[in-house]
């Protein structure tokens, strides 16, 4: 029922509601978000500081700034989505995507601002205790802004379910948090009242400086990963190779590099193409295989071109013996792109592409690399050396 009603609000707002893969789309998404929960705060922040007044409750006057610091994330959000909007420039050649993931870097810092003032405050109502006063209607009211910010928080999860936002979902977090501290401010008003327990007030607010203290710093830290470069999705990756090996000629891929701009992504990858196409049609292939990962992705995709050489009997006899050292050699993962290079009749070049555990260091690439030339020379007789290229942490 929720959702039906959500849909029917968002959709009067949003115009083409359902093209959530459109970047002009999303950009509303976060709007419509920004700008509802700016209304609805705003009242709400002024319902609860002049309840907080009238009953001189720290922990009342708390949960208003707790939403004050909730407006000024909301318009973060809209400056932000305005921002998103911006073309490219030639200073920002990849465009401003990439402010949507500011935006929860400054709601931390908001947040860690805000609970430094509710703490003090909170501290001094613990330790030095005034009467708080209490009247019949305070819960009940407290009870109305709860639930009015639980249904502003399960519309903007909806958009931001929709569009797949962190920015917007950040802010949905934010609404039911402070649903959950209003309902402990209530709880702890009527204890209070109920066994002349003022102190109470200010423990809760302690409390809810806590909380925020914590929330600061989950959302700085879920904020920096995409800022300084996350690692792409299994799903997006997975996408990206059904994509590429849809297009005729194309073996497999490997090698994919995901460069996520917030409304765009930069993509590339190799392409493993039989040789036998040769040069003229590999890169007629190659060229479909970056134009299909455009139209599904955005933005702009390179697809280098591998040939597939086709293997000898004595070549594949060869990768049956690596195949058995690269399963039991430790911290390797797979392979790929296996190649023998003749140096003379007798002496051969093994190279291959070699994909390790993450929890290997890239300061022990080096080191792993001899150790399995090492071990392929004890296995394999009359091997001149090997090259083994260690794919990096950043391509799959």
Known sequence: MLNWLNQKIASGFIRDFNDTDNKRVRIRYGLVSGWFSIAVIFLLFVVKIVLGLMAHSVSIIATAFHLLSHLANSIILVVTFYVTARPATEKSPFGHGRMEHIAPLIMAIFLFVSAIYIGETSVHQAVEPHEVHYFRALPWILLGTMIVKLLLAQFVRFLADRV??????????HHVIEAVMTFGVILGLIIGHSYHFPAIDGYIGIVVSAWLLYL??????????????????NETLRKI???ARGVEGVYDVHETIVHDYGSMYIISLHAEIPERYGPAKMHEIAEVCEGRLRKTFGGESVCHTDPLVEKTPETEALEKKFARIASDFPGLKSYHRFRVISESPKRTIIAADINLDDRVPESDYADVAKN??????????????????ITPKFAY
């Open 164 to 173: 797949r936002s962190e920015a917007i979902h950040a802010n949905a977090v």
């Open 372 to 389: 399995l030339e090492r071990k392929v020379m004890e296995k394999i007789p009359n091997v001149a050396y090997c090259a083994f290229y």
């Open 241 to 243: 190779r059904e994509t």
């Open 216 to 233: 600061g710093y989950t959302h700085a830290k879920h904020s920096i990963v995409p800022i300084l470069g996350r690692a792409p999705s």
